[in-house]
C-alpha cells in the first residue's frame, strides 16, 4: 500500500471536525491547510504524514477501538496483568495493534 491517502472531505469527517460536505464548505472557505498549505477540493491526504489544520487548529484522527476474540488457553489467568507473575492474557495479545 505505497498510496495510502484519502479524501480530504473524508478524513475530516473521520476525524470528527465536520460532515463530509461541511467539511467541504470549510476547504472551499480556504480555512482547511494541508502541510501549511491552503487545501482544495479533491485535494488527497495521508493520515499518517499529512499535518491537516482547520482554522489553525490540527485535525487529529479519532483512534479506533480494537476488539478481540480469544480463545484462552488452560493455565492463563483472564487479565491484563497480576501482581503474583501469573501468566495474562495480555501476553497472547501484546503484539497486536
Do not use: W
Request: glycine share 6%; charged share 35%; hydrophobic share 35%.
Amino acid at each position: 500500500m505505497a498510496d495510502d491517502k484519502i479524501r480530504l472531505q473524508k478524513y475530516l469527517a473521520e476525524c470528527g471536525v465536520a460532515s463530509r460536505r461541511k467539511s467541504e464548505e470549510l476547504i472551499a472557505a480556504g480555512k482547511v491547510k494541508v502541510n501549511g498549505v491552503t487545501a482544495l477540493i479533491g485535494d488527497k491526504v495521508n493520515p499518517k504524514h499529512d499535518k491537516v489544520t482547520v482554522s489553525g487548529k490540527k485535525a487529529v484522527s479519532v483512534k479506533k477501538n480494537v476488539y478481540i476474540m480469544l480463545n484462552k488457553p488452560r493455565g492463563f489467568i483472564t487479565t491484563m496483568n497480576d501482581e503474583h507473575d501469573r501468566k495474562c492474557v495480555a501476553e497472547l495479545v501484546k503484539d497486536i495493534n
